[in-house]
């Protein structure tokens, strides 16, 4: 499917988790080790939050990761305490740059690993269920863009969590109608360059890897020879589909059917259930 990270800490370089860790992004866009497919060269993008700056910018490209010379160029020039990068496996829809995540409206980013089954049978209904204030910003074709417009219609900048509740709970009763049984696989991120939420949910209970950071201050007195680890301060936290690095005790596996916060280093859990009511 795809592949994707946030990180909220001391500024970085992103390269410093896109190219130099030891299964870095751009390493799983080839050796993915817990994706669904191991390629993943559909395309690439990134998004992150500067000083002075009401959007968060981005770069895309339909270019595979691995083989795209400026994203090295830019990953080595970016600093930033606030980002999303994710790596595509097309499902349904071309490999285009307006398919490539994250996507954004305002200060927004989405980033989504998964799919919606049958997508093409379910996408008008989905489609017409958008506040049609928002309609005119979809930009591509993907599945995931529905989503994320799906969520920012029912309150995704008031409660994130009951506007993907009730965004899943929607593409699941739609799906349903048409005879889809498990109509929903994902983990997704969604961040406001203050708080970064994610998902891990399945129709059928078999989600998607995702994990994130153990405590940086405690990884900090296991490790302190690590360079790295020093570097992003105790506060950070990080939130990917698989590990950068295989050191123990650094990462905890999101639960299934978990909704996450994080904000200012602190991480909660709480029950992912999709809701559905009539639009």
Known sequence: MCRWLAYSGNPIQLETVLFRAQHSLIDQSLHSRLGHTTTNG????MGWYAKHSEEPFRYRCIHPAWND???????RAIRAAKFVAHIRAATDTPAQETNCHPFRYGRWLFAHNGLIRQYPEVRRELMLSIAPELFRWIEGSTDSEVMF???LTFGLERDPREALQRTVGLVEHVGRRHGVDFP???TICATDGDQIVAVRYSSEGDSRSLFHSNSFRHLRELYPENPGIAAVGDDAVLILSEPLVDLPGAWAEIPEATFMQARQGTVDYYPFIPTYSEP
């Open 184 to 186: 929903v696989n994902m």
């Open 69 to 75: 010379i400026n994203l090295r160029e830019a990953a």
């Open 149 to 151: 417009y799906l969520a």
């Open 42 to 45: 559909d395309g690439f993008g």
